[in-house]
């Protein structure tokens, strides 16, 4: 398994941008699922976004499309979200995933085995 660490969140205000980064150690990044999923009190964890292990292809949640953007460097073994006309309905922790064996951008979270810490990110209106 790979180790991931993430920064980037913060306050902001509505329809600002923040750029949240997930940067992995260990071997073989570039073999992994990498996704962004979100989670506020009481509620489960949804996916946010995802990309496949090469880079080209991506999955957002209807709620981000358009505002949102996944990506990933695998020479640097990292994983970028850009977030742009935040809402306060975006309000939430941020963690990243990586999954060895996970078979399809739109897998829950229950298919990645690596997990971020998770970074706060908090939207003023």
């Known amino acids: 398994q790979v180790q991931l660490v993430e920064s980037g969140g913060g306050v902001v205000q509505a329809g600002g941008s923040l750029r949240l980064s997930c940067t992995a150690s260990?071997?073989?990044?570039?073999?992994?699922?990498v996704a962004w999923f979100r989670q506020t009190p009481g509620k489960e964890r949804e996916s946010v976004a995802a990309?496949?292990?090469?880079?080209?292809?991506?999955y957002y949640a209807d709620s981000v499309k358009g505002r949102f953007t996944v990506s990933r460097d695998n020479a640097k073994s990292t994983m970028y979200l850009q977030m742009n006309s935040l809402k306060s309905e975006d309000t939430a922790v941020y963690y990243c995933?990586?999954?060895?064996?996970?078979?399809?951008?739109?897998?829950?979270?229950?298919?990645?085995?690596?997990w971020g810490q998770g970074t706060q990110v908090t939207v003023s209106s």
């Open positions: 995933a990586a999954g060895w064996s996970t078979a399809y951008l739109s897998s829950p979270a229950s298919a990645y085995d690596s």
């Open positions: 260990g071997r073989d990044f570039d073999r992994y699922m």
């Open positions: 990309i496949n292990r090469s880079g080209v292809w991506t």
